[in-house]
C-alpha cells in the first residue's frame, strides 16, 4: 500500500517571515506522521524553503512550474537544472491556472513533465475539467486527452510522474468535488495509466480543489485517491496538518 502524499502549493503567496513562520509550524507540528508531503513553493522562495526544510526528510521540496527548455534566451523561465541546483523532489506543471492564464497547451504541458523526469524531478501533472465542459458531459474526455498528451510524449517514463485530478470548477471555490464524483474520475484516470504501463500502480494519483480540514478524510477513504494537492488550505499550518494528519491515519 502506498502512503498517501500530502502536497501544497503555496502559489503566489508568501514573504521571507511569513514563510518561515510556517514552515517552522509545520515541521514541529509533523513530527511522527507517516504520510509524504512536499510543499511546492513560490521560485523565488526556493532558496529559503531549502534551508528551512534542512536536515529532515518528511516534507520534501517542490517547485511551481519548470521551462520546457532546457537553457538559453527565454526570459523568466527556470529550467530543471536551476531546480536541481535547490534539489527540487517534485515540480507542478500544467496546474489549470497555467493552462488558462499562461495557454498552456497539453503539449507544452507534456514536455515539461518530461524535462522534469529526464532531471530526476518528479512532476505532478495536474489535469481537470471547467465547469461547462462538466456540464456538458465532457469529464471524461477532457481528463483522458490531457493524459494522452503526457503518456504519448514520456512512454515507459509514465510510471514516474504522479498525477493529480483537479477539477478546475474546485479550485479555490471552496466548492469540493463529493469523494463520489473524485473517486468516479481517478478511477477513470487509473484505467488509462494501467493501460499505459505495467507499472501503474506506483504511481499516485491526488485530488486537488478546496481540499481542507473538514473534507480531506473521507476524500482520502477513496480507493483511487493517494493523496491530496492542497492550495488555500495549505498556507495555514494548522489546516496543513489537518490534512497531514488525515493522509497519515487513512488507510
Ligand atoms: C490548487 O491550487 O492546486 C488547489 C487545489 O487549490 P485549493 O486547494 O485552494 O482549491
Redesign the pocket.
Known sequence: MKKKLIAG?W?MNGSLAANASLLQSVLDGSAGMTCQAGVCVPAAYLAQAQALLHGQSLIALGAQDISSHEAGAYTGEISASMLQDFAVRYVIVG?SERRQFHAESDSLVAHKAQRALSAGITPIVCVGESLAEREAGQTEAVVKRQLAAVIHTNGHCISEIVLAY?PVW????GRTATPEQAQAVHAVLRAQLNAATAHAARISILY????NAGNAAQLLAQPDIDGG?????ALKAADFLAIMAAGSNAV
Open positions: 502549493n502559489k496546474h483537479e474546485a479550485i479555490g471555490t486537488g480543489g478546496s481540499m494537492l492542497i492550495g488555500g488550505a
